[in-house]
């Protein structure tokens, strides 16, 4: 599987952004997808997760500003992020495992300003 995300950007505190993961090759329905971010300095972190029943869970950090959501038909996984604080600004990747198979995307910048 190749994963491609993209929706990243420059924006300000309270916006919104929308990011999009498409996947490519393999069964998108059997993998559950997630998003992980990683902030200058800091380790990879969980975001949120999708799996291939469609439930979702979402970290703390985010719950109630962040949602996941995927698309089957198109094999893509979108994660709406609103009201961006300046602490979300980092690099966020798009993630698929399936059994022992982890695949990750290449990753999008979001930084959100003051």
């Known amino acids: 599987v190749q994963l491609q995300a993209s929706g990243g950007g420059l924006v300000q505190a309270g916006e919104s952004l929308r990011l999009s993961c498409v996947a490519t090759?393999?069964?998108?329905?059997?993998?559950?997808m997630a998003w992980y971010r990683q902030a200058p300095g800091k380790q990879r972190e969980l975001v949120a997760t999708v799996d291939s029943a469609r439930a979702t869970n979402i970290v703390d950090s985010v719950k109630g500003r962040f949602s996941i959501s995927r698309d089957n038909a198109r094999n893509t996984v979108d994660l709406q992020m609103n009201s961006l604080k300046p602490e979300d600004t980092a690099v966020y990747y798009c993630?698929?495992?399936?059994?022992?198979?982890?695949?990750w995307g290449p990753g999008t910048q979001v930084t959100v300003s003051s």
């Open positions: 993630n698929a495992k399936y059994l022992w198979r982890v695949f």
């Open positions: 090759g393999g069964s998108f329905t059997n993998y559950n």
